[in-house]
Structure formats: structure tokens, C-alpha cells
């Protein structure tokens, strides 16, 4: 059940990922090209906070996947598979791999294209499989009361009052 849930987070994952991070990464590209460049004033306006929460968003649920212990490790580890074998193709052939980002002509894809360009999502998927690596992620976590049983214990041998 774990691990169900564990893919249910791993196409959370992807779609935050891709959504979150292509707006914002597309909006903060956006303003660097324009006249007046990057800068605070420009960030703080409303129409810019979205996509910057979009991005922050995404980051902060990445992070809760990758960190949160009793979270299956396919959460984050299948879609940093498939980021890896995306910038891997986007290496071996560039032009082709951009011809599979979704929703081709969005804000979202022109994004997500410029981090698999930039070898930005080489990088964060070589975080998300991390987990896949770590076996205690694997195992349902134990409580300590698990191994405790009653009936095991002989108090008076335990006591030293048994010789």
C-alpha cells in the first residue's frame, strides 16, 4: 500500500515538476531577457509572484518527498529515472528529446525545455534517485513496541533473584 501510494507521489512529483517548475523557470527566463531585466521590483509584481510560487511550490514538495522517511522511495525515484533518461536522450539527441516535452508551445514546456537544456533536470534527478539507494526506505518502518513482548520476559531471572 505503501509503495501505491509512493506512485501516486511520483505523479504528483512529475506534474509539480513540470507545471511548477517549467511557469517558473519560463517566467524568471522571461524577465532576464526584457529590457529592464531582472530585478525586485519586477518580481514583486502580482503577475510574477504565481509563477515564482509556482516554482517555490514545486521545490517544497520535491524536498518533502525526498526528506519524509516513511515516504516510498518510488515517489522520487521513478520520475528521477525518467529525468535521467530524458537528459540523457536530450545528449545523445538534442532536437529529438525536446520533440517529447508535453504540451509543446506552453509557458510550461518552454520552461521545462530550458531546464532540460541546461542539464538542470540531469541534476535534479540525480537527487530524486537518491532514496532508491537508501534500504531503510524500503522496509515499513518499526516501532520499538514491536519487539516487545510481555511473555518473554522472566522477571525474577531478570532480577538476579534466580541463580
Known amino acids: 500500500m505503501r509503495h501505491l501510494l509512493g506512485l501516486m507521489l511520483a505523479l504528483a512529483v512529475s506534474a509539480a515538476l513540470f507545471f511548477g517548475a517549467g511557469l517558473g523557470i519560463w517566467r524568471i527566463s522571461t524577465l532576464g531577457r526584457s529590457a529592464t ?8 509584481s502580482v503577475s510574477n509572484l ?12 520535491l524536498g518533502m518527498a525526498l526528506l519524509v522517511p516513511r515516504a516510498s522511495p518510488l515517489g522520487t525515484g521513478l ?15 538534442g532536437r529529438h528529446a525536446l520533440t517529447y516535452v508535453p504540451m509543446a508551445g506552453s509557458h510550461f514546456a518552454a520552461g521545462f525545455a530550458g531546464l532540460l537544456t541546461s542539464g538542470a533536470l540531469a541534476l535534479i534527478g540525480a537527487a530524486m534517485i537518491i532514496p532508491l539507494f537508501v534500504p531503510s526506505r524500503w522496509r515499513r518502518a518499526e ?3 514491536d519487539d516487545y513482548d510481555d511473555d518473554d520476559i522472566d522477571v525474577p531471572y531478570e532480577l538476579g533473584l534466580v541463580p
Not at 504565481?50 to 514538495?61: F, K, R, S, T
Not at 520520475?79 to 539527441?93: D, E, I, K, N
Open 37 to 44: 531585466g531582472l530585478s525586485l521590483s519586477a518580481l514583486g
Open 50 to 61: 504565481v509563477p515564482l510560487a509556482a516554482l517555490l511550490g514545486a521545490g517544497l514538495l
Open 79 to 93: 520520475p528521477g529515472l525518467a529525468l535521467l533518461g530524458w537528459s540523457g536522450l536530450a545528449v545523445m539527441r
Open 143 to 145: 516501532s520499538e513496541d
